[in-house]
């Protein structure tokens, strides 16, 4: 596709259960970037890749939220022991080399019960 | 650190009349600046963007907006609106580069008939 593109769009899950989102960027993009949008607000975020190194860690709120890019294109935001306060938008964006502007996608709305 | 303030939540405009979002940054050197808007359920759409040169920066949709330095400020403004401009827009600032973007916490847009 042309766009940056996330699934699922759409995730419930439990208090206490793992969950997994992916994010796979426009085609040759080597910058990927999560961030996290409660509702009411602007986009915070939680983390940066250059290819699979990631580079910037510091938003991530704490040591449940891991996110990893193995090979450098798709990513996953993996949220271990969900909690009510991680419900929100999780959103994905993607540059390429020496373009400060960031493309993102369509987001995914976890909730937490 | 930079941040990003966007002092109107909520504006109500009558369509076709002119439109002025207002945006004020904090930022130790020349910003990377931007502009996005997102529709309900949607990511966020780049409108324009400010790296350097002409203060007067055109984007998509009749959107333009003025980098001021002297005022930290860079407002959207549209000369004309259409009923399809109601969305949700947030002003970020970046450090260029390959660099996390800080928004602004969005000011909502409302068009009346």
């Known amino acids: 596709g042309a766009g940056v593109s996330q699934s699922p769009r759409y995730k419930v899950a439990k208090r206490g259960q793992d969950v997994a989102l992916r994010c796979d960027p426009i085609?040759?993009?080597?910058?990927l970037f999560w961030y996290q949008q409660a509702l009411g607000q602007g986009p915070e975020f939680l983390t940066y890749?250059?290819?699979?190194?990631?580079?910037?860690k510091s938003g991530l709120p704490s040591d449940r939220f891991f996110a990893e890019r193995p090979e450098g294109s798709v990513s996953t935001l993996k949220i271990q022991r969900t909690q009510q306060e991680d419900s929100a938008v999780y959103l994905c964006?993607?540059?390429?080399?020496?373009?400060?502007?960031?493309?993102f996608g369509p987001g995914t709305r976890l909730t937490v019960l | 650190a930079q941040s990003v303030t966007q002092p109107d939540i909520h504006i109500t405009v009558s369509e076709g009349a002119s439109l002025e979002l207002r945006c004020n940054y904090s930022?130790?050197?020349?910003?990377?600046l931007f502009w996005y808007v997102q529709s309900p359920g949607q990511g966020l759409q780049l409108l324009l963007k400010?790296?350097?040169?002409?203060?007067l920066v055109q984007g998509i949709k009749g959107f333009e907006a003025e980098f001021k330095r002297s005022q930290s400020s860079f407002n959207l403004r549209k000369p004309s609106v259409h009923w399809s401009d109601a969305a949700e827009y947030f002003c970020?600032?970046?450090?260029?580069?390959?660099?996390?973007?800080?928004f602004g916490t969005g000011t909502r847009l409302t068009i009346i008939p």
């Open positions: 964006a993607s540059s390429s080399v020496g373009a400060p502007e960031q493309f």
């Open positions: 085609s040759g993009h080597v910058s």
């Open positions: 890749f250059q290819n699979e190194a990631q580079l910037d």
């Open positions: 930022y130790g050197a020349t910003p990377y």
């Open positions: 400010y790296f350097s040169g002409d203060t």
């Open positions: 970020a600032v970046g450090a260029g580069g390959n660099e996390k973007l800080t």
